[in-house]
């Protein structure tokens, strides 16, 4: 299956930037047999302005981000993750290395993948 990544990132590197206050992510193409690459940067406006979150704010970042399936951020608050839940983009919170964040997500993900196909034979 393959999917996309959306990642909060300053330098390209890490994973170091909070949802609200990112203003560009960076979009991974994750293919079915594990490869990736950056398919994209994205620019949207931040939904968190002067400290504040502001619902519309945070919908219309999860409307442009609905072609990803996952978010990898260093922070991100219940609304806008609930927000980007609705929106069928699962977000996770960490702080680290790019590549090592999409890599660990790839072996969660195959993990569950065996877990289910074990449940069903």
Known sequence: MEFQVAVASLDGVLINQHFGKNREFLI????DN???????RRELAA????GQHHEDALVQ????????SFVLVARIGP??????????????EIYDRIDRAIDRL?????G???KQESSTS
Do not use: M, T, V
């Open 47 to 50: 939904p968190c302005q002067s």
């Open 61 to 68: 970042a999860a409307k442009q981000l609905q072609d990803c």
């Open 28 to 31: 991974y193409r994750i293919q």
């Open 112 to 114: 569950i993948k065996k």
């Open 106 to 110: 790839i072996q969660y993900l195959n």
């Open 79 to 92: 609304g806008a993750e609930k927000i980007l839940a609705a929106h069928g983009i699962k977000a996770f």
């Open 34 to 40: 594990g490869e990736y690459e950056l398919a994209e």
